[in-house]
Nanobody, 126 residues
Framework: QVQLVESGGGLVQAGDSLRLSCAAS????????MGWFRQAPGKEREFVAS????????YYVDRVNGRFTISRDNAKNTMYLQMNSLKPEDTAVYYC???????????????????WGQGTQVTVSS
């Protein structure tokens, strides 16, 4: 079992920054591929970014590439999402997720991940 708890969401203005954290407990965090997803009202859950256990493989959805940075600190069992130049269309509930197995191209699909946090709301006003 892996327990995930997100934090760091909030209400900001367009152009501002936020840093989300995902604290993990339970099974060995360092062996998992981690991801961030988001879900806006009325929309499907969307892949945002993923990071391999070593941090050596990182992927972003195009619309956040260059603005968001995913990272992890295995010593602290924590993953981060630094979000800069936020836009109103970034408004959503952000979820962190963990996969115990290989993800490959499945990294963008929610069903690839075994464990999920409860989500943290990010609201960007124009």
């Amino acid at each position: 079992q892996v327990q995930l708890v997100e934090s760091g969401g909030g209400l900001v203005q367009a152009g501002d920054s936020l840093r989300l954290s995902c604290a993990a407990s339970g099974r060995t965090f360092s062996s998992t591929t981690m991801g961030w997803f988001r879900q806006a009202p009325g929309k499907e859950r969307e892949f945002v970014a993923s990071i391999s256990w070593s941090g050596g493989s990182i992927y972003y959805v195009d619309r956040v590439n260059g603005r968001f940075t995913i990272s992890r600190d295995n010593a602290k069992n924590t993953m981060y999402l630094q979000m800069n130049s936020l836009k109103p269309e970034d408004t959503a509930v952000y979820y962190c997720a963990a996969s115990l197995g290989r993800v490959g191209s499945g990294r963008v699909r929610p069903e690839t991940y075994d464990y999920w946090g409860q989500g943290t709301q990010v609201t960007v006003s124009s």
